[in-house]
């Protein structure tokens, strides 16, 4: 099965990498529905995780949202995985055109992928609601910008930041889908890997795949398994171990979750 797809791999020139929640998982970075972070909403806020990550949470309730938000949805310390890397490596092999991620920690980038679509957008900027001046993640930490007793970043104009993540009730980026359309349809192998393709409208992407080769990496089963070339049920770091060569990890500078806090 994986010298299956080290063949596809192998014979494919314009490969597209669409990928969700399980390709960071293995970085440690939990389903924000998680065990802890479900527990968490409906103890603590009496809501579904899905609630509080929405438009109306986040307008209503600000300073909920964000105790949920950097407790649950925020993890600068990690890093990326065997699978970010084996992608950036088929990027600089000049196979891999692009990678669409619905997840929203900037692990591809930190690998050294360049063309990344986030249509989920991405914890790595904020802005003001106020004056719209932007402020990267190191900003937003800074418990010194936070409102007193509270987890929410201000501006320095005094104005509340807004994540640059799509929030429930929230469109996703319409240049960006665009962007990911193009790129799917014009690819001759998709590569679909740690997603159960329920999520709408991000999963139907799929249907813009018109190449030769649809391979689905899941651990689980997907309702498009049967129209998949090839599916394999592992873990994407073990598949990608065994069918990228060469593959180089590199230290990328973080902070530590103690270094947050005395920050």
Not at 70 to 76: R, Y
Not at 202 to 218: D, E, M, R, T, W
Not at 236 to 261: A, C, H, N, T
Request: hydrophobic share 35%; aromatic share 10%; proline share 4%.
């Amino acid at each position: 099965m994986y010298e299956e797809l080290r063949k596809i791999i192998d014979e494919s020139e314009k490969i597209v990498f669409f990928g969700g929640a399980g390709v960071s998982t293995e970085s440690g970075v939990p389903d924000f529905r998680s065990e802890n972070g479900l527990w968490n909403a409906k103890t603590r806020f009496h809501c579904t995780p899905e609630e509080i990550v929405s438009h109306t949470f986040f307008m209503n309730r600000t300073d909920d949202f964000y105790e949920y938000y950097m407790q649950n949805l925020v993890f600068p310390d990690v890093k990326p995985n065997t699978t970010h890397y084996a992608l950036a490596k088929l990027e600089q092999m000049g196979k891999l055109r692009a990678i669409i991620t619905q997840n929203i920690d900037g692990l591809h980038q930190a690998a050294g992928s360049k063309e990344v679509y986030e249509i989920h957008g991405t914890i790595s900027k904020s802005h003001c609601m106020k004056c719209h001046r932007e402020y990267p993640l190191e900003y937003s930490l800074d418990k010194s910008h936070w409102a007193e007793g509270t987890y929410t970043p201000h501006c320095e104009c005094g104005g509340i930041l807004k994540p640059d993540v799509v929030l429930y009730e929230e469109p996703l980026d319409n240049d960006l889908m665009m962007k990911s359309i193009i790129a799917i349809s014009e690819a001759d192998t998709l590569i679909v890997g740690g997603t159960s393709l329920v999520v709408y409208p991000a999963a139907g992407l799929i249907q813009y795949f018109s190449g030769k080769h649809l391979v689905l990496i899941n651990k689980q089963e997907t309702g498009f398994d049967g129209q998949a070339e090839l599916v394999i049920h592992d873990s994407l770091g073990k598949v990608f171990s065994s069918v990228v060569d060469g593959i180089e990890f590199s230290e990328i500078p973080v902070r530590r979750k103690d270094e947050r806090e005395e920050s």
